[in-house]
């Protein structure tokens, strides 16, 4: 497809959008007065983009100016997921169960990521406060079955929910809280569910 001028492409953009907005296309005058060039000019501007093969144009027919090629810089659409949040998590239920949802909630990028599944949980209490996770914040969380020493994960022990630093021990797990009046935990039954993606937070 050959390049147009600036003025071709914002005659097309004109045309373009004077289309989407009242469902029929511009006539050579509405184009004429809205640039404030003479009709000539338009002709001129539409005979070069029909060449050019953006254009089709019926020449005994009124609006008959057709957009072959849309030339608008389209705006990117941010990447939206809706992410379940968990509320009291009930025990023996699978994670994602009907029983512990609390609704869902609405989250674009950076918070999350195409190609990923999300869960987000409310934060209670205070042990992980020195990691800037307060109570009340959003935790969203990526869900994964495995972690590295250091990353911060939700883990179900005993049908319970916690989110603590992790670290892989000789032959036990440590989950270490953030705040120095909480004890680590320490134990070889567990399941990660997730890691920390993101913190929301509301004021």
Do not use: W
């Not at 045309?15 to 000019?41: C, M």
């Not at 590295?148 to 603590?164: E, F, N, R």
């Amino acid at each position: 497809m050959r390049q147009i001028t600036d003025r071709q492409k914002e005659v097309l953009t004109f045309i373009s959008s004077f289309t989407e907005e009242n469902s029929y296309p511009p006539t050579v005058r509405e184009i004429s007065e809205h640039f404030g060039i003479s009709l000539r000019a338009v002709q001129d501007h539409i005979a070069a983009l029909q060449k050019k093969g953006y254009l089709s144009l019926c020449q005994k027919r009124s609006r008959s100016i057709r957009v072959l090629v849309d030339g608008r810089e389209k705006e990117a659409k941010p990447f939206v997921s809706k992410v379940p949040l968990l509320g009291t998590v009930a025990a023996g239920k699978p994670l994602l169960s009907e029983e512990n949802l609390d609704g869902y909630v609405n989250l674009t990028e950076p918070f999350v990521r195409p190609g990923k599944n999300y869960f987000a949980l409310r934060v209670r209490g205070t042990s992980m406060i020195n990691a800037g996770i307060l109570e009340g914040d959003l935790a969203v969380v990526e869900q994964t079955a495995t972690a590295i020493d250091g990353q911060i994960v939700v883990a179900v022990i005993d049908d319970a929910i916690t989110l603590k630093r992790y670290y892989k021990e000789a032959t036990r797990v440590r989950l270490q809280p953030e705040n120095p009046a909480f004890q680590a935990i320490y134990c070889q039954d567990v399941r990660i569910v997730g890691i920390l993606s993101n913190i929301v937070r509301t004021y």
